[in-house]
């Protein structure tokens, strides 16, 4: 965490509320080492068992700088030791300069740690009460903690906040700042948790920032609502670019949409959810990116489906498809927005199962025959192939749908005791349990879009419906010419 290793007061050797003089003399003595090209001794405060030390002129005289205003002391006093109770923190400072990190965690833990065990139940760690005698022990094992490797971050950053919210943290301020400089406890708080947020941006400590948020919301302190209200703003802010990046890579690779929208879908899912714990659900900054969320992945589930639909590919795109409109589903709130999944999806389930509507049509054909009538079989099977692909066969073979499985086969079964050879072999890739290659079945070019998009307020891109329109109708179309055409006398 670079706020405590490149720490001013580190830098320099110095704990929190070393006076102005004393940082003077301190500096100029680092400086005498440095002119005289020695690396300056460690014997000080800067504990080296914490890791890389960058103590250059430079380093120094930026250290000094940085200690010279009551603001910016008072800001690097949040992230460094504190000397606020000499009997426990001295000996613990002897520890840390002996490389002992594990035994002044251990000395500063017991002084604000209690435990207590109910019946039944294991032990469990609760805060003591901020006294003067262990004040400062607060303060200075969040340090320590976000320094270890192992150190436990969310105990860390309660705890300092505890001791924030005490009125013994007025103690803390005073030992660092003039008499004539003023923050009130909110903006103390608030500048603490604005450091962490730093790091987290710079990826400079272990903490994401949906992780911080839960931490927040787990504890109590004047901040808060203030904060998590700003903070929200982040967690919108980068919600906002997922999306915009999202649309660049769907409009670049409608291919990879599928791909595109389930990377969304994680990206944003933490994020949403830290939000809504932020300003509820039914806040309108959260609403409103949430429906942006779920609109973008439906238009990848759109965009997908249809590429894929138009060059005939061989690959599971139905199921691809609605796996990212369920995902829309379970993100949207607006009522505009759900009822455009809601069609969305509606049609893609009608479509799983639409080889099944053309297979009842035939039969019911076969089963209306007169005495003395017969069917072309010749326009039978051409209609089946313009309307069952062999994509339209492995959606169903691949549905956890049964029943609608069951029903298929017999379907298939029936034309295949109806038709003769010639054209059973045309169309016996409809029977999939059978075989496993079939021969290719006519492609035929799409008609190019004609339909135009709707526009609404919740979005300007064209539907999955909009996008197929009458697909469905080509069925009952391409019923009625063979209901006309099938019948001879």
């Not at 914490?50 to 002391?73: H, Q």
């Not at 660049?248 to 944003?268: D, F, P, S, V």
């Amino acid at each position: 965490m670079n706020l405590i290793k490149n720490n001013p007061y580190r830098i320099l050797g110095l704990l929190v509320g070393a006076r102005p003089k004393e940082v003077s003399k301190q500096a100029s003595r680092l400086q005498k080492f440095i002119d005289a090209e020695q690396k300056p001794p460690t014997d000080d405060f800067s504990f080296p068992a914490f890791g890389g030390l960058n103590r250059t002129k430079e380093s120094i005289t930026e250290s000094v700088s940085k200690l010279n205003l009551d603001a910016d002391k008072m800001n690097a006093a949040l992230f460094w030791f504190w000397n606020g109770n000499p009997i426990t923190d001295e000996v613990a400072f002897d520890a840390l300069k002996e490389g002992d990190i594990n035994t002044a965690y251990q000395i500063w833990d017991k002084l604000i740690i209690e435990t207590k065990k109910e019946y039944g139940e294991a032990e469990k760690r609760f805060w003591k009460t901020v006294t003067e005698k262990n004040h400062s022990a607060f303060h200075n094992c969040f340090v320590v903690n976000m320094l270890q490797k192992n150190g436990s971050l969310a105990n860390a950053i309660a705890g300092n906040l505890y001791f924030l919210e005490s009125d013994l943290s007025r103690k803390f301020i005073s030992s660092v700042t003039d008499s004539t400089f003023r923050i009130t406890t909110k903006e103390l708080q608030i500048n603490f948790l604005n450091g962490i947020i730093q790091e987290i941006e710079q990826k400079t400590v272990n903490l994401t920032l949906s992780k911080f948020v839960s931490i927040l919301n787990n504890n109590t302190f004047s901040a808060k609502a203030d904060f998590l209200k700003n903070i929200s703003m982040k967690f919108a802010g980068n919600i906002s670019a997922h999306i915009e990046t999202s649309k660049k890579r769907r409009i670049a690779n409608q291919a990879n949409a599928a791909k595109t929208g389930e990377e969304l879908y994680q990206q944003t899912k933490n994020d949403l959810e830290q939000l809504k714990s932020i300003v509820g659900s039914q806040d309108f900054t959260y609403t409103n990116i949430a429906d942006k969320v779920a609109n973008e992945i439906l238009q990848c589930s759109i965009d997908f489906f249809n590429y894929n639909q138009n060059i005939n590919a061989n690959i599971d795109y139905y199921n691809s498809a609605m796996k990212l409109a369920k995902m829309a589903e379970s993100i949207a709130i607006g009522n505009l927005a759900k009822e455009k999944i809601k069609d969305n999806i509606n049609t893609l389930e009608e479509m799983q199962f639409k080889a099944i509507q053309a297979l009842k049509v035939v039969k019911q054909a076969y089963d209306n025959l007169g005495w003395n009538q017969k069917i072309n079989e010749s326009v039978v099977v051409d209609l089946i192939q313009k309307n069952i692909t062999q994509q339209e066969v492995n959606i169903i073979k691949n549905s956890d749908n049964q029943a609608k499985k069951d029903e298929y086969k017999t379907l298939v079964n029936f034309l295949m005791t109806v038709l003769s050879y010639y054209y059973k072999n045309r169309i016996n890739y409809l029977a999939y349990w059978n075989s496993t290659s079939f021969p290719s079945t006519p492609r035929t070019t799409p008609p190019p879009r004609t339909t135009p998009p709707i526009q609404t307020s919740f979005s300007t891109e064209k539907s999955w419906v909009e996008e197929n329109p009458g697909c469905l109708a080509a069925i009952i179309i391409g019923a009625i010419i063979l209901l006309i055409t099938l019948f001879s006398n």
